[in-house]
């Protein structure tokens, strides 16, 4: 009963995102202004961690139905060894998916709720319908959270963790900054106003937000599968 119900609500949520982004690829566009966020022009709708994102947690959620249809799910409790399916999807969640989910949640609507014309101008709730938005920017943190609930992840060391995903952080930090001296278009608004030594400032800040939020998915992971974490120290000792 459990497998099955984890299995349909990968499904459920596999599907759901893949329409939002056919949709937002299809219907939204918007025109290059000063003051208006574009998916137009140098970059196109890759320019965005949102974007980014997006494609993370649909792909994630296939890779989940995938391996709910014809993968492991193997606790340590359990006899048998995870396949790679499994071993691909533990791994991506912990190092990509719930860190860079919980991070375009919480800096959204942290800076929506200091300024929205630093990252969501008013201009776009013409054209962004509000269950689009609340998909890119909202669902992601309690889909999450219910499946962390539902499936245990096994986390990989801290340093290959770090490692993967300051590399992603790293290489977005590197095509923003290209866009910005190669388009002079900067992809967010509150980059624009902060001078240099701000922007370092800023980017650090966020940079260890990012290890921050890695640290709190796996803190999360260990207390709601406290039993199997230590089933796992018991059997590297034995």
């Known amino acids: 009963m459990e497998k099955s119900f984890v299995f349909v609500y990968h499904t459920v949520l596999f599907i759901a995102h893949s329409v939002a982004y056919i949709y937002d690829c299809k219907y939204i566009v918007t025109n290059e202004t000063e ?31 995938a ?24 791994n991506f969640l912990a190092t990509i998916v719930f860190p860079v989910g919980m991070f375009v949640v919480l800096t959204f609507w942290g800076i929506y709720a200091i300024d929205r014309e630093l990252v969501y101008p008013k201009e776009l709730d013409k054209v962004i319908p ?23 992840h096994q986390y990989p060391s801290r340093r290959a963790g770090f490692i993967t995903l300051l590399s992603l952080a790293l290489t977005y930090l590197a095509w923003i900054l290209w866009v910005a001296f190669y388009a002079n278009i900067w992809v967010y608004p509150i980059l624009k106003v902060l001078s240099p030594h701000q922007k370092a400032v800023f980017i650090m800040a966020l940079l260890v937000f990012f290890i921050f939020l890695y640290l709190l998915g796996e803190f999360i992971n260990k207390t709601l599968w406290d039993k199997e974490r230590k089933h796992v120290k018991k059997v590297k000792s034995s």
């Open 35 to 65: 003051t208006v966020f574009t998916y137009k022009g140098y970059g196109g709708k890759f320019k965005y961690l949102t974007n980014w994102n997006f494609i993370i947690q649909t792909v994630y959620f296939g890779l989940c139905v």
């Open 67 to 90: 391996n709910d249809f014809c993968g492991t799910n193997v606790r340590p409790s359990e006899k048998g060894q995870r396949c790679r399916l499994q071993r691909w999807r533990d």
């Open 130 to 152: 509000s269950w689009l938005n609340h998909i890119m920017h909202t669902t992601i943190l309690p889909f999450l959270l219910i499946d962390k609930f539902l499936v245990y």
